[in-house]
Structure formats: structure tokens, C-alpha cells
């Protein structure tokens, strides 16, 4: 079983590439977080775990939700990062979450993809943005060709003081970066409801036809890329920037 989570689809391209070469289940943690669905997932299969990177580990609530979900059947897990560019050390997180869980762990891989966070974001046009992903399918294939195999998955690109940056500074942005994270909707706004859907923790309620925000945001940055108005802002950081959502693996061909 291949289980994903996504803020601006580069996570659930990977899962639908992978669950098509492996011919195994897609499963969306979006859905469970979103709509509270049981925290059961069961697989003869081995399962496969796949997220974005947030400050060189996997978010939190991804992390949180892996903590809680019973897992039965197989008992061995694979961890596929999505990414920038750096991972840091979360690859030793997941041994550590396995290992607590009492299951296998089968490795770990990160996978170069289009950078959504706006301090690194590098898209300057849809062709960069397609050259990226396809140059992510030779790894991918390697991938789902371990896996197939029930080899052990080792595939990262290098990354210094990984413990420092997955540690402390992951930390740190969590608490002050993500949490204290300040949204801006502009006159540009519709109303059309967009960003109350595609939040993964339904941090977005519509008042009044506005989008008013809570404080349990993920910093998935789904609602800033996916307006279709471009009306969401972290302020100057995002005002007059590209957004990016990934193409769809199972609609378009690259
Ligand atoms: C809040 C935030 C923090 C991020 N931190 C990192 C990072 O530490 N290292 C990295 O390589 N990419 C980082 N990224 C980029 C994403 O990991 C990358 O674009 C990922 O593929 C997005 O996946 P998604 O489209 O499935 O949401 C970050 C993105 C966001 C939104």
C-alpha cells in the first residue's frame, strides 16, 4: 500500500507513478486528515510512505499521523521524500518511527521535485517545472524496482549537518515560522471556496464569503498555490510570485 500526502501534488505524482509501476494501492492521507477517516491502513503489500520535505524532515502532522496509524499485514515500511533539494536527517527519523512501531524498515529515498516554499522557490516557467519532474522518473524507476525486489532503499542526495538542520532548526521553524505564519487574502478574491477545500487540516473557514484563517496550519502552502485568483498572500514573501501545482500523473503524459 502507497500512502501520500500532498500540498501542491508533487507527493501524489510520486505515489501514482509508483502504485503504477508496482501495481499497488494508492491511498491519500489528505482524505484522512481532512475528513477524520479511522487511522487503520492494511496491506499484504510492503507499505510505502511518501511526503514532502518542511524544514529537512517530513511535517509534523505527517509524522504525528504515522505515530497513530495501525498498520497491519505487511510489516515493512519504505519512505519516499519528496523535495527541494535537502532532506537532512529525516531519513533517521523514519528508521526511529519504524523502529518504535516494532515494524521493518525497508529504507528511505528523497526525490528532487519543483520547490513549492516560497523562500527557495525556483519555477520560473511550466517547461523548468516539467524538466524537473521528468528528470525525477530514472530515480523513481529505481525505486519501484527495489521495492519490487525487497532490496534495501538507500537513494539520498548529500546533505551537511543534517542533525542540526532536522533537529533544532526544524524545530525552531515550526514553532515561530509556521505557527505564527500570517495570511493575506487581496481584493482579488471570489469567494469561490477553493482554499476551504484543499486545506489538508481545515484550517480555512469562509466568512462572509472571505477566508478567514486559523492557527493549526501545516504550511502545506495548498491554499496560496491553488487559488485560482493568486488572492492568498504570506504577505511580500508571496505577493507577485509563480504558483505551482504539479501536473496530474494519471491525466497528463511528460
Ligand atoms: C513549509 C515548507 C518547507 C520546505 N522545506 C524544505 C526543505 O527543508 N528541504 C527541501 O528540499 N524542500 C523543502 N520544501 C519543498 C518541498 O519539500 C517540495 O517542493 C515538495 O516536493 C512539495 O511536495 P508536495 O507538492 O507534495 O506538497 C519545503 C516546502 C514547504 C512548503
Known amino acids: 500500500m502507497i500512502l501520500y500526502f500532498t500540498g501542491t501534488g508533487n507527493s501524489k505524482y510520486v505515489a501514482d507513478y509508483l502504485g503504477d509501476k508496482l501495481q499497488d494501492e494508492v491511498v491519500s492521507l489528505n482524505d484522512m486528515l481532512k475528513n477524520d477517516l ?9 507499505f510505502v510512505w511518501i511526503a514532502p520535505i518542511y524544514a529537512w524532515r517530513f511535517p509534523e502532522r505527517v509524522d ?14 519504505y519512505f ?4 527541494g533539494g535537502d532532506s537532512g536527517n529525516c531519513q533517521k527519523v523514519c528508521k526511529k518511527r519504524v523502529r518504535d512501531k516494532g515494524m521493518s524498515y525497508g529504507g528511505f529515498a528523497d526525490v528532487i521535485m519543483p520547490d513549492n516554499y516560497f523562500g527557495g522557490f525556483n519555477i520560473k516557467n511550466e517547461q523548468e517545472m516539467v524538466d524537473i519532474v521528468k528528470a525525477a522518473h530514472p530515480v523513481l524507476d529505481v525505486i519501484a524496482d527495489t521495492i519490487k525486489k525487497g532490496h534495501t532503499l538507500d537513494i539520498r542526495v548529500k546533505s551537511s549537518a543534517g542533525g542540526l538542520k532536522s533537529g533544532i532548526v526544524n524545530y525552531g521553524f515550526n514553532k515561530y515560522m509556521l505557527q505564527k505564519a500570517k495570511y493575506t487574502v487581496s481584493e482579488a478574491c471570489t469567494g469561490c471556496g477553493k482554499c476551504v477545500k484543499v486545506c489538508p487540516v481545515n484550517n480555512i473557514k469562509m466568512l462572509l464569503g472571505r477566508p478567514e484563517f486559523s492557527d493549526d496550519c501545516m504550511g502545506c502552502y495548498a491554499c496560496i498555490h491553488k487559488c485560482p485568483e493568486k488572492a492568498i498572500n504570506l504577505g511580500k514573501k508571496t505577493e507577485g510570485k509563480t504558483r505551482y501545482v504539479c501536473i496530474d500523473y494519471k491525466k497528463e503524459t511528460i
Do not use: W
Open 64 to 77: 504525528e499521523l504515522f505515530r497513530k496509524i495501525y498498520f497491519k499485514g505487511n510489516t515493512t515500511f
Open 38 to 46: 479511522p487511522l487503520i491502513a492494511e496491506s499484504e503489500k510492503p
Open 80 to 83: 519516499v521524500a519528496t523535495m
